[in-house]
């Protein structure tokens, strides 16, 4: 059982993140959260302490990352992202941040149409990428450039990709386990307990890995 630790979310009142949130807090952990809105933050806990902000305009990551032993970004803008890798310049920032503050565990959360970095999408996935979500290719070569940069310049650090298939939100629909090839379209809900017990996964340090729910 992972002892109480201070968790930094970036994302937290989004779809995944609003789900991590809860689950870290009832586990008994620390919260620190950067958002736009904290008004969007529905929990209220002694243990989620929340500083108002962007990732386009954070000055300082002192405060954020003292005492932090993991660091989870679970960020998306569909329209920031159609022209401009905010993700990329963000975690560019961030990683040297980490460094700074001793800080080595990392989890990112990609989409599973984005390409793994010197990877390939199987057939099925290219194509629904090329068609049904070519609105969101803004998005993909955004997580496509983090995934780079963490593989060729973040080696020291314990990065890991998590390129999932969100859904909706709604009632969990099971476990999903990580896989190189299988994929699930999941619940928000689902993702993020993956999320949390992915970051304490030594095995998942270093992958850009897809996650697909697995038959008990």
């Known amino acids: 059982m992972l002892q109480p630790s201070t968790f930094l979310v970036f994302g937290a009142t989004g779809g995944t993140g ?45 405060t954020l990352l003292q005492g932090t032993e993991f660091v989870i970004s679970m960020l998306g803008d569909v329209k920031l992202q159609r022209h401009a890798k905010i993700n990329t310049a963000f975690v560019k920032k961030l990683i040297p941040a980490m460094r700074q503050h001793g800080v080595k565990r990392f989890l990112y959360q990609a989409g599973g149409l984005s390409t793994p970095y010197k990877g390939h999408l199987s057939p099925i996935l290219w194509t ?22 963490l593989a060729e310049e973040a080696k020291d650090i314990e990065w890991m990709v998590h390129r999932a298939g969100i859904g909706s939100d709604g009632p969990s629909k099971g476990s999903l386990k990580r896989s190189e090839s299988k994929f699930s379209i999941a619940t928000f809900r689902d993702c993020a307990a993956y999320n949390f017990r992915t970051l304490t996964d030594s095995a998942a340090i270093h992958t850009c890995d897809l996650s697909f729910y697995a038959k008990e």
């Open 18 to 62: 609003k789900h991590f949130v809860s689950l870290a807090l009832e586990g008994g952990h620390t919260v620190k959260a950067l958002v736009r809105n904290p008004a969007k933050l529905a929990v209220q806990n002694a243990n989620l302490l929340v500083q108002q902000g962007s990732i386009t305009d954070i000055a300082d990551f002192d």
């Open 128 to 149: 629904i990428r090329h068609t049904l979500a070519r609105g969101f290719n803004g998005q993909h070569r955004d997580n496509e450039a983090v995934m780079e940069y």
